[in-house]
């Protein structure tokens, strides 16, 4: 379990750094606005309120959903997906303790590898 874990973890963190290789990312706004009707604009995000209802442990992986359905790990897996299906897609990720602890273990698993 904590294999696959740690492969997710390397495989977003790999998509994010992809993303951020990525050139320039072209988005159709030639369309006009339409006369009684609304111009809406939609950014793909996350937010979990880590701390308040659950750990962020519980929020990963889903468990103690009596006050909350959230499972972290479900909204990563198909963002990866996502992500590598087209390469202008973005993905604004709120969460700092959840992105921070991913790095870490990313270096710590590089650094397992290497060595």
Known sequence: ????????LVLVFTVFLHAAESKYVQYNTTSVL??????VH????THDDVGWLKTM????VGSNNSFQEACV?????SL????LADKNRKFVYTE???ITDFIFLFCFLRQTMVL
């Open 1 to 8: 379990m904590v294999v696959v874990a740690c492969f997710r």
């Open 34 to 39: 339409v006369p009684g009707k609304l111009n």
């Open 96 to 98: 700092q303790v959840i």
């Open 57 to 60: 442990d519980q929020y990963y």
């Open 80 to 83: 990866v997906l996502a992500l």
């Open 42 to 45: 939609l950014v793909a995000h």
């Open 73 to 77: 790990q479900n909204v990563l897996d």
